[in-house]
């Protein structure tokens, strides 16, 4: 069975900073790409990192380029999203995702998620 479990949401003021994690377990972490959505209420999820099994190839969504780093430690089965410079607009449920091994980080950016996480809340003040 797979499981997807974040930690590290919470509250934090505008400019500052979080880093989210995700623990994987049950499925081929070393091989699978891994990414983060978030999802507002009312809206759609959406993507926000990916990262390839090996850690070398990463692609972001256009809101967050340059204030977030995802990352990996197969050695942990685990990955890591670190926010910076935080703003309101990133307040959301953010979730892990995996996909097949096979899939590239394409796929998985446009939706191709095979397994999620339950999530956790991250709350930006102003």
């Known amino acids: 069975q797979v499981q997807l479990v974040e930690s590290g949401g919470g509250l934090v003021q505008a400019g500052g900073s979080l880093r989210l994690s995700c623990v994987a377990s049950g499925l081929p972490f070393s091989r699978s790409p891994m990414g983060w959505f978030r999802q507002v209420p009312g809206k759609e999820r959406e993507s926000v990192a990916v990262?390839?099994?090996?850690?070398?190839?990463?692609d972001y969504v256009n809101s967050v380029k340059g204030r977030f780093t995802i990352s990996r430690d197969n050695t942990k089965n685990t990955v890591y999203l670190e926010m910076s410079s935080l703003k309101p607009e990133d307040t959301a449920v953010y979730y892990c995702a995996a996909g097949r091994d096979y899939y590239t980080i394409s796929t998985l950016f446009h939706g191709g998620v095979d397994y999620w996480g339950k999530g956790t809340l991250v709350t930006v003040s102003s």
């Open positions: 990262i390839n099994w090996s850690g070398d190839n990463t």
